[in-house]
């Protein structure tokens, strides 16, 4: 997300906000518990900060910036939903009305997101402003549905178009979305499917300010595995969707808060190998 926009919410939540309970998921469905993810507090303040605050006009330069005032903001989200809005479910297309549509959070209430890139250039995107599409994806691994919100950039301003719900397997990184719910709810399967060294670097516990690098191996893994979503997960394209390459970077990044994990896979033989883990 644009550094300079969440630097300025982040410091307005660190002043405003207090701890509560734990943050709720997804509007559809229960988030998963992520550690150090946000409460529901600093997730109300976010959201009303940014309510508050009129959306610069070049807030629609940048997807990111476009998408955080967008689920913040109850007035813009109506006016920025091309109604009659198309709706595509499993090939059977509807039109929405005004009047039936319900205010999209989308992560905002979860205090994380989750990208799946097939390179660390593809994170260029992101402050691409000549973008003119992109999609964020809901993936719902206890109904095997994605359900895909298309912006458009029309006349310089992103607008949502569609909405399109498909089955898992149909989508692009259903090979990969499969593995990764096996990879994340049973423990044996995720140290099998480690590669035989797994690169690895974090913060050091004894330095603040230091980095620390190694390797993994399948003994020491449970000691550093992040936990991870296993019911939901979110993915933004940005720009036209790119083919497979065999490699997958799984990115969960907090909201705000500085949380960040990243995870390199690779598929070899039609096996997929957690390789690299930063934190």
């Not at 006016?79 to 595509?88: D, I």
């Not at 301003?157 to 709810?185: G, K």
Request: glycine content about 6%; aromatic content about 12%.
């Amino acid at each position: 997300m644009n550094r300079l926009f969440w630097a300025v919410m982040a410091s307005a939540v660190l002043m405003l906000s207090c701890k509560g309970n734990q943050a709720k998921g997804d509007d559809d469905a229960p988030a998963d518990t992520v550690t150090a993810a946000p409460d529901t507090s600093d997730a109300d303040t976010l959201e009303r900060l940014i309510m508050e605050t009129p959306m610069p006009q070049a807030a629609d330069e940048l997807f990111d910036d476009f998408l955080f005032n967008f689920v913040a903001n109850k007035q813009l989200q109506t006016e920025r939903v091309a109604f009659p809005l198309t709706v595509t479910r499993n090939g059977d297309t509807t039109q929405m009305q005004r009047q039936d549509w319900k205010m999209e959070r989308f992560f905002m209430r979860q205090g994380y997101y989750t990208l799946l890139l097939g390179a660390k250039s593809e994170m260029a995107a992101m402050n691409d402003t000549s973008l003119t599409a992109a999609t964020v994806e809901k993936i719902y691994f206890n109904t095997g549905a994605v359900i895909q919100y298309q912006f458009r950039r029309l006349r310089g301003a992103w607008m949502l178009t569609q909405i399109d719900t498909q089955p898992l397997s149909s989508n692009p990184n259903a090979s990969f979305l499969t593995f990764y719910h096996r990879f994340v709810t049973d423990t044996l399967f995720q140290t099998q499917s480690l590669a035989q060294e797994v690169a690895f670097s974090g913060p050091d516990p004894d330095d603040d300010f230091a980095q620390m690098e190694g390797i993994l191996t399948p003994d020491t893994w449970l000691a550093f595995a992040p936990e991870l979503p296993d019911k939901m997960i979110y993915n933004i394209v940005y720009g036209e969707r790119r083919k497979p390459t065999g490699r997958i970077i799984f990115v969960l990044r907090g909201i705000a808060n500085g949380l960040e994990v990243e995870m390199t896979f690779q598929r070899k033989d039609g096996e997929w190998r957690l390789t690299r883990l930063n934190t």
